[in-house]
């Protein structure tokens, strides 16, 4: 993998990309900000683009920086089109913010490929499948044995529960990455089924607790091999995902919360035959699990322990919630290489940093897959080992 030097962007790459986008040089040229003529030079290889035009035509282009370090053009892309769309989602909004979100991650996942080729470490073939037919508390079961998940551990994650599950899933070589700028509305989530180094894509925008349960449907359309694009419902919006959709729902619902565990609970015990649930006792198994009320509802809801009635009565409250928290503005937050680990993930962004350890990469390509300036590389490389200093 042509990978030494900024001067060994794949030309053939450059020149892909720009076909992809049916752009012209000349109207190409100018998004970048060079001549015609230096573009199709860069393109044929005799000329190099400097740091501030690659990083200039990345973003013109809308490609992750990745894409451009690649041996050669990236084969079969699932089109766009396969994915379930949200029906209140507007055309054009998918066709641009969504789109990218999925061909970047596309793209990281065949620099990544490379890299773990190029460095000798297989990638493991994600073997754990099942059918929408199966029962969904043995599939539930089978996902927490997969991934190594324990009661005793879970029960004291809490706020930590997304992290811990994304964990044990990059472990099981699945790329998980959060995707930022994107509306609630365009998706929730997004499965991306290849039988190696498959793709879960989360809006960073979703809540905490409902990032967990995101994660674990995503996971699970990765167990039945179903690709597709996930929103804010329980029930899904197109009747031809319905069946999927459900399966996936309960599974998740099975996985993070198992039957014999919340049924052994003593403010679950203690309930007797009452159906009806306050907030804060909602909240107190909320915790203990790791998951929103709603899951945990849904989930008594499902084990007979509330009715159809109240649950749809607690789920406009929850629903405006879920609103006011799209709406709300966010001030601060962690700085900037904590914000990249998070999006990109410990798996992908130690796979980076491993490939310039072993020379595959410069330090500058490093800073570019990781979308970050030089000098703040040491600092994403502590947070990501988890070293000190």
Known sequence: MTKSTLAYINPAILRWVREQARLSPEAAAEGIGISADKLQACEAGDKHLTFP?????ANFYKRAPAIFYLNEPPVGFQPIQDFRRLRETPEDAFKSGLEWAIR???????????????????VQPFKLQAAVKDNVETVGAAIRTYLGIKQV???????????????????KDVLVFMVPRLALTEMRGVAVAEPNLPIILINSKDRTNGRTFTLLHEF?????RASGISGLDFVAPEPASAVVEQFCNAVAGAALVPSDWLLSEHLVRTKGQVKTWDDDE??????????SREVILRRLLGLGRTTQAFYESRRASFQAEYDA??????SGGPERHLVVLSQLGRSFTRLVLQGYYDRQLTLRDVASHLNMQVTAVPNIERAAFGLAG
């Open 104 to 122: 970047q991650a596309r793209e990281r996942r065949e620099l990544a490929l490379e890299l773990r080729n190029d460095l000798g470490e297989p």
């Open 220 to 224: 699970c359309h990765l167990v039945v």
């Open 53 to 57: 035009q690659f990083l200039a035509a």
């Open 325 to 330: 928290l799209a709406e709300k503005k966010s």
């Open 282 to 291: 909602l909240a107190a198994l909320a915790g203990r699990f790791g998951v």
């Open 153 to 171: 551990d879970q029960q004291t994650w809490r706020a930590k529960a997304f992290d811990n599950w994304r964990t044990a899933i990059e472990t």
